[in-house]
């Protein structure tokens, strides 16, 4: 289990009843047209700082991101707050991804946006049989079986881990 080292980021649209809907990277013909765009627009923006990669399971900038609070407080005020939700593609439909919105722009005479994810994409990979030093991501296939199995894990670990008091000592 692994995260990308890079940041996690998605490209987004509004949907008709104004939600925040990522493009899926299994849908290659949009996927296709929007990205060499926004490639070419972080490019634009940021130069040699940042670069958009088109990586598995996730969109990943490769780069520095500066903070800037004072940008951040001239857009709160303009714009409402930076940082919003994304209807995730999870059967829970109360479920929102927080995203900061990095970038905006217009293709095909529909709004896109760049988004960063702001929590963590997890990565899960098998053993490469030719090479047993090296890890292949999940397909589909084996990550529909396998992701389900490791959140209960984690559940019942975090549910266990809450049940402790701090004065509890775990050894005898």
């Given amino acids: 289990i692994g995260v990308p080292c890079d940041y996690s980021v998605a490209l987004c ?6 939600q925040l809907v990522p493009v899926e990277l299994d849908d290659q013909e949009l996927m296709d047209d929007i990205f060499p765009m926004a490639e070419a627009i972080v490019a634009e923006e940021f130069g040699e700082e940042l670069s958009l990669q088109r990586t598995p399971q996730t969109l990943t900038l490769v780069g520095e991101l500066e903070e800037d609070d004072d940008d951040d407080d001239m857009n709160d005020d303009e714009d409402g707050d930076d940082e919003m939700g994304m209807d995730s593609d999870d059967d829970d439909d109360d479920e929102e991804e927080e995203v900061e ?4 722009f217009e293709h095909r005479g529909k709004d896109f946006n760049l988004v960063r994810l702001l929590d963590p994409i997890l990565l899960v990979g098998k053993v490469d049989p030719s090479a047993p030093d090296n890890r292949l991501l999940l397909t589909p296939t084996e990550s529909d079986q396998i992701m389900p199995l490791l959140e209960k894990a984690f559940l019942d670990f975090h549910d266990d881990d809450d049940n402790f008091d701090d004065d509890d000592d775990l050894l005898p």
Avoid: T
């Fill in 13 to 18: 649209y509004f949907d008709e009843s104004e």
């Fill in 101 to 104: 919105v990095l970038l905006s």
